[in-house]
Every structure is written in structure tokens, then in C-alpha cells.
């Protein structure tokens, strides 16, 4: 089992930045590629991006990139999500979750966290 947390959701007006931060606890952290997603209220959950277990690789999706940048620390078993230039259509729950795949599937996630809110104000 692996236990994910995540941390540093809240509101920021629009043009503004927030990193959000997950934490994992129980298996070997560096053995799991990690991804965050996330689900604005009455839609489907949605991929954001992926990191690989190493940190060399990372995958956006297209609404994402050059705004968003995934990263990781192995040492500190902390996986981030920085997002600049955040828009109000950004506003959703954001997860992240681990997969023995680098993937943007859903059901290629073991293990999820609870989510943290992000509210963009315009």
C-alpha cells in the first residue's frame, strides 16, 4: 500500500501560482511513477500530468503545458505540482496518485490521494 497526501490547494485570483505538494508514506516511493489529476465539480476526473520513477521523464496534458510543472523529490518521498498562470477553469480538486506505469490512464493508478481544492478567483 502507498498513502498519498496532498498539500497547498486554496483560492488564488486568476494570473496567480500555487505548488501543491504530495506526500507518500508505506512502499518504495521511487518504484512508482507519479501523476496528478484533477476534477472540476460535475465533471470527470481528468489527467494533468505524469512524472516517471527516476524524475527524467514527464508527460502534460495539452491545456497544461508551459503553465504546470511536475516534479519530485525521491529523497523526500514528495511529488509537486507547480501551476503559474492559473486560470478559473483551473479551479477542480486536484489528486495525486501512483501507477507501476508511465501513463495519463485512470485506471492505471494503484493508489490515490484525497485531493486538495484549488480555487481560481477572476
Known amino acids: 500500500q502507498v498513502q498519498l497526501v496532498e498539500s497547498g490547494g486554496g483560492l488564488v485570483q486568476a494570473g496567480g501560482s500555487l505548488r501543491l505538494s504530495c506526500a507518500a508514506s508505506g512502499r518504495t516511493f521511487s518504484n512508482y511513477a507519479m501523476g496528478w489529476f484533477r476534477q472540476a465539480p460535475g465533471k470527470e476526473r481528468e489527467f494533468v500530468a505524469v512524472i516517471s520513477r527516476s524524475g527524467y521523464r514527464t508527460y502534460y496534458a495539452d491545456s497544461m503545458k508551459g503553465r504546470f510543472t511536475i516534479s519530485r523529490d525521491n529523497a523526500k518521498n514528495t511529488v509537486y505540482l507547480q501551476m503559474n498562470s492559473l486560470k478559473p477553469e483551473d479551479t477542480a480538486a486536484y489528486y495525486c496518485?501512483?501507477?507501476?506505469?508511465?501513463?495519463?490512464?485512470?485506471?492505471?493508478?494503484?493508489?490515490w490521494g484525497q485531493g486538495t481544492q484549488v480555487t481560481v478567483s477572476s
Open positions: 496518485a501512483a501507477s507501476d506505469s508511465f501513463g495519463s490512464r485512470l485506471p492505471e493508478y494503484k493508489y
